[in-house]
């Protein structure tokens, strides 16, 4: 279906995918999954990139309900200052639309950084690859498939 859940099957992880359909004139990509899944928007977590600089980017997967705290980001990664990756980097470098990133089978791999508030749910859903679609998985499981550190990242 997607990079993302091929990656998954190939590793032998037990996903569970969403589907629904998503409304083109909706921006909120993580509150549509959140309210069309029936699931609290805690438990549905998005996939930023962030850039330290022309050459060092990361992932980083906060919850939906919330933000990314760019000053803790920065700490996680150890380094002083970064800014969210502009669309077109993010896009290239994932080959992921926005609203369908998945933090899994990027085209270009680069550091994730899952917010400890993952800890809270036996599972979490993240994009699947395209918008309207999702895949439900132990954090854990994503931890591992994308090889991944917890960090307290989110507001």
Request: proline content about 4%; aromatic content about 6%; charged content about 20%.
């Amino acid at each position: 279906m997607t990079p993302a859940i091929d990656l998954c099957r190939a590793q032998g992880v037990t996903i569970t995918i969403h589907e629904f359909t998503h409304d083109p004139s909706n921006r909120h990509f993580g509150e549509e999954a959140a309210s069309a899944l029936g699931v609290d928007a805690a438990q549905v977590f998005k996939t930023l990139m962030v850039s330290a600089g022309a050459q060092q980017f990361a992932l980083a997967i906060v919850p939906v309900s919330g933000s990314l705290d760019l000053k803790k980001m920065a700490s996680a990664m150890g380094v002083k200052k970064i800014s969210l990756a502009e669309a077109k980097t993010a896009q290239s470098r994932s080959g992921y639309l926005l609203g369908g990133m998945s933090p899994l089978a990027h085209k270009r791999p680069c550091a994730l950084y899952l917010d400890q508030q993952a800890k809270n749910y036996h599972t979490i859903f993240v994009s699947g690859g395209r918008r309207g679609l999702d895949i439900e998985l132990t954090p854990q499981d994503l931890l591992t498939l994308s090889e991944g550190v917890w960090a307290d990242i989110a507001q």
